[in-house]
């Protein structure tokens, strides 16, 4: 079982950074891919980022890739994603995800425990 617990969303203008986290429970954690999804109003939920166990495979998807970076700390047991040149388009409400995959997924499906969300909004 694992719970895990975002925070760090907000609001930001075009152009600027902000950084969300995942803090998760469970002696798991170091087995699990982590991955960050997306959902702004009226659409679908998206991969954003997804990174292996170990930390040593990142993936993003094409509309972020550049601009965002993973990361997870097994020791804290966190996981972070690093939103860079922030656009509008990236407003959303940004969720952490579990799955216990060795190979990183990017469909939702795939995933066993997920966050509450973090709205992240960015400004124009």
């Known amino acids: 079982q694992v719970q895990l617990v975002e925070s760090g969303g907000g609001l930001v203008q075009t152009g600027g950074s902000l950084i969300v986290s995942c803090a998760a429970s469970?002696?798991?954690?170091?087995?699990?891919?982590m991955a960050w999804f997306r959902q702004a109003p009226g659409k679908e939920r998206e991969f954003a980022g997804g990174?292996?166990?170990?930390?040593?495979?990142?993936y993003y998807s094409d509309s972020v890739k550049g601009r965002f970076t993973i990361s997870r700390d097994n020791t804290k047991k966190t996981v972070s994603l690093q939103m860079n040149s922030l656009k509008p388009e990236d407003t959303a409400v940004y969720y952490c995800?579990?799955?216990?995959?060795?190979?990183?997924?990017?469909?939702?499906?795939?995933?066993?425990?997920w966050g509450q969300g973090t709205q992240v909004t960015v400004s124009s």
């Open positions: 469970g002696r798991t954690f170091n087995l699990y891919s």
């Open positions: 995800a579990a799955s216990g995959r060795a190979m990183v997924p990017s469909t939702d499906e795939a995933y066993d425990y």
């Open positions: 990174i292996n166990y170990s930390g040593e495979r990142t």
